[in-house]
């Protein structure tokens, strides 16, 4: 059985840095292409970050590129997001997701997912 836990979330001041953490219990983490989606209120899922299974694959959406960076520590079976220079509009739910080999942007391409760890950005 596979558990995906998000940490990490937290009320920071816009321009502040926040590292959230996603570590997964169960499988194979190395065979993971994992992600980070994240959903404000009365809105849609949307795609932030997402890494291969093998290091030094990955992507960022265009609304958080150059300031959140995603990576992961297979020892540690941890997946991360460095987040930057925030702003009000990354305030939202972040979740992790998983699934064996492959990876992409849509959320239905994911097989595992966590509660999510909530983010607030304010002024």
């Known amino acids: 059985q596979v558990h995906v836990v998000e940490s990490g979330g937290g009320l920071v001041e816009a321009g502040a840095s926040l590292t959230l953490s996603c570590t997964i219990s169960?499988?194979?983490?190395?065979?993971?292409?994992l992600g980070w989606f994240r959903q404000a209120p009365g809105q849609e899922r949307e795609f932030v970050a997402a890494?291969?299974?093998?290091?030094?694959?990955?992507m960022t959406s265009d609304s958080v590129k150059g300031r959140f960076t995603v990576s992961r520590d297979n020892s540690r079976n941890t997946l991360y997001l460095q987040m930057n220079l925030l702003k009000l509009g990354d305030t939202a739910m972040y979740y992790c997701a998983a699934r064996e080999y492959g990876w992409g942007t849509s959320a239905k391409q994911y097989t595992f997912w966590g509660r999510g760890t909530q983010d607030a950005v304010s002024s």
């Open positions: 890494m291969s299974s093998q290091i030094g694959h990955s």
């Open positions: 169960g499988g194979t983490f190395s065979s993971y292409g």
